[in-house]
């Protein structure tokens, strides 16, 4: 009877799906919009690809806690698809997904409400699909704004709004952004739109658009305005390009970029680095003179120098500029423990702006050169890294590596078994790359490819 009893409550949890986390529903897609229809809940869709992993962290873990699978099932009809498989790769076209995991919120007509992507927190998780309940009840779809467009495109009010939901939505609007700005008289050039569209849309913007040139012919109007944001704007700018023509091999593209650096003012040119852009530039190519050339630059001439007092010197002029933001009323008028959460990761920008990338270059060094002298001067970087970050994981693995190309074998295994002690073992595959390059070290084999 016992048996029976164990059985039946197996059977029980299996068909009313009794489980912590989120009720992922089966059957085709087709299924679950007319599910949605009849249930009156919008859909939430995990739509990933096997290889992901912040897809496998979210399944292990986010997934599964009760205070996520309580608000999803309560409030969404969920799903799960793989972009690469049948109609994953229908939807993942269908809604223009190309990074994984997405996630998308469509209601029962399989019209887009909200969409975000990335390994989340829970609290995040939650925080922004509770966004999609809202727009949900919202009565204009951004597929009605699509349609839309095609007559009011010369209205600034209404590429206003249509700006702000795309954004919402994570979707590219930065072309809208030049079309908005050309619309305004010159005497709106600081309006408090621009200035929240500039807030919006900073992360995306590019050197080669005419909302760039339109800040740098108002920079002194808009600095009034944004004197904490507008030098992180521009200079993201910069990164933007330079990044797209490394990812595009747009030599044209880049020299842009470099032209437009020596007009930059001083101020300017201190928070970015040429070698850095010719970095990022030459490590896509097989040119490992180059490479070489601007990783010594760049690491000997500036990111050695930053002591952690320079560090926080320059955190405390953002610091200060965002203080006289908030007391200009441009930021309304923000809780004073979210402030001190921003400082925080002000400070903590800064400093792993210099540990990150001096890590970053060592253990360039390490795979692509075998030049001792050149190993020497990436382990003195990869030292620094973890002066500045002492219990990363990663950085440990990085100076034990390269110890262990410079023969010091006993060295190597000891930074090695330090690195496993401060790693994440919830990062299955990334612990498991520990042990496994420490089996190496010890059975004298190589860590690095040819």
Known sequence: MNKQILLLTAILCSVFGFSQGINFEQGTWKDVLKKAKATNKPVFVDLYTSSCGPFKMMSKDTFLLEEIGTFFNANFISYQLDAEKGEG???????????????????????????????????????????????????????????????????????????????????????????????????????????????????????????????????????EKLPFFLDDLIVLSFYNTANEAVWSKNEQLFNTVLSAYDKLPENLKSQLYKDELYLNYFKTSANKEKIREYSISLSNNYLMTQTKAVIYRNSQSRIDNLEKLIHSGVLGNPDSSYVANVEVSIKEQEMSKVYNKLNEIAWQMFESDSDQKILQDALGWSKRSLELSPDNALFLDTYANLFYKLGNKKEAIATEEKALLFADKKNVDGYKGLEETLRKMKAGEKTWKE
């Not at 994984?100 to 989340?120: C, E, S």
């Not at 966004?131 to 209404?158: G, H």
């Open 89 to 223: 790769a229908e939807i993942a076209f269908q809604y223009q997904v190309f990074d994984y995991p997405t996630y998308l919120f469509v209601n029962a007509d399989g019209n887009l409400i909200f969409r975000f992507m990335g390994l989340k927190p829970a609290t995040t998780f939650i925080e922004k699909s509770k966004v999609a309940l809202e727009l949900a009840n919202d009565p204009k779809l951004i597929s009605d704004m699509e349609k839309e467009y095609r007559e009011k495109k010369n209205d600034p009010a209404f590429l206003f709004e249509y700006i702000k939901k795309l954004s919402l939505l994570e979707l590219p609007n930065t072309l809208l952004f030049d079309e908005y700005l050309k619309l305004l008289p010159v005497g709106e050039c600081v309006s408090a739109n621009v200035i929240d569209l500039y807030i919006m849309l900073g992360n995306d913007l590019k050197i080669n658009t005419y909302a760039f040139d339109y800040c740098m012919n108002n920079i002194q109007v808009l600095e």
